[in-house]
């Protein structure tokens, strides 16, 4: 934050966490982290396992102000859910997180995403997460330099996800 970036909390709850220990870990953690604009979902579905689950991640984020980044899983119920009740969310297009190819390959991805983006028109957000390990900056850079991604706006995750709301 104080390099100018934006935050986002990557979260996970136990496997058979309960209502009070998800609302602790959520609350507490985002309690901690106080200029969070987000939450991301750190391991596909985990946010997503049960559908109350889902539905009192989206409660509380809708009470705190905080948006919400998930995998793609299944009916998305925790899309739904957070759309409803007014939570900006975004699903993960593409995690590069672990990604340790080499730059061609990663760049190879972002033409993808560049190209899904073109298809969904100019109010989509396509999202990408990427860790910020010197090579994947380097390939993000490179990329950012060639023709493809000139038909896209590479944005901070706030305005990817309040486009369109």
């Not at 190879?108 to 969904?120: P, V």
């Amino acid at each position: 934050r104080s390099n100018g970036f934006e935050v986002a909390a990557i979260v996970d709850y136990p496997n058979s966490a309960s209502e009070q220990e998800i609302n602790d870990t959520l609350v507490s953690g985002l309690n901690r982290l106080d200029k969070t604009i987000a939450v991301i979902e750190g391991s596909p579905g985990n946010l997503q396992k049960t559908r109350s689950r889902s539905e009192q991640t989206a409660s509380i984020l809708s009470q705190s102000g905080h948006g919400l980044l998930v995998h793609e899983k299944g009916l998305n119920t925790i899309v739904r859910e957070a759309k409803a009740l007014g939570v900006p969310v975004r699903t993960i297009y593409r995690d590069l997180i672990e990604f340790t190819g080499d730059s061609r390959t990663f760049r190879r991805f972002l033409d993808g995403a560049a190209f899904r983006a073109r298809q969904e028109g100019k109010d989509s957000a396509i999202v990408v997460t990427a860790s910020l390990h010197p090579e994947t900056l380097g390939a993000l850079l490179l990329w950012s330099l060639q023709n493809r991604s000139q038909s896209v706006t590479i944005a901070p995750l706030s305005q990817a996800l309040t486009l369109g709301l």
